[in-house]
């Protein structure tokens, strides 16, 4: 895993899933989804994100270079069920990065969680589908209803899922407490790049061991906690993001 040109070692005994905690302009898309889109070379990748297009203009012509199919989806297009079974019956071999973009408008929440849901599903099923990022950008426009369970039956194929987060009362929000709680059991690795909330530091300080305030008044440090790993902070402030 990279954030910005720092690579983070983990230890890989059991899944890769990623939760990635940020308040605006703490640069966590692009320190983490960027840069490590740019990083992969071989797996399958899955973006999904707002209609600002923000990781596809970022990181699309470097997947091109890198030999892999380029391909977008609208997630509330009429045709969109029908494109990606075209796009698994064409595509079965060739390494592929799909971004989907998330337009709000016109839709409820529920409904654009459960097209998204519906989605990794098809992928599961798929046995001829090679190993895959899923990146889960601005998470909470779009909150998968069953996101513990599926994170869960990730564990078992070779599919890793980022969840991307503003705060993680949001999770909390949406989902409730319990079931907030599951989703972090099942993500191995979590990256708290800063928050204006008191409560996402306090919850933070909890799990990590470090001060509230400290976490609240974080900057130019990112703190990274591994089921395995001592929590820890890493300085940005020379991170120099090449994508």
Known sequence: MLIGTTELKFDKRNNSNVYVVGATGTGKTRLYVHTNIGQEKEKNIIVIESMKKET????????????????????????????????????????????????????????????????LQIFLEQSSIQAMQVYLDEYDMYPIPHLAKVLCVTRGYQMEISIVVKYHTQLQQIHGKDVANQVLTNCDRKLFFGTNSMQDAEYFSRISGYDQMELFFLQNEILVMGAYHIPQKISIQQVDCKY
């Open 56 to 119: 596809y203009y970022f990181t699309h012509q470097m997947k091109v270079e890198q030999g892999y199919q380029v391909l977008r989806l609208d997630l509330l297009s009429p045709c969109f069920h029908e494109r990606l079974q075209e796009l698994l019956s064409c595509h079965p071999q060739q390494k592929f990065i799909l971004y989907i973009h998330v337009d709000v408008v016109g839709s409820t929440y529920e409904e654009r969680g459960e097209r998204v849901q519906n989605m």
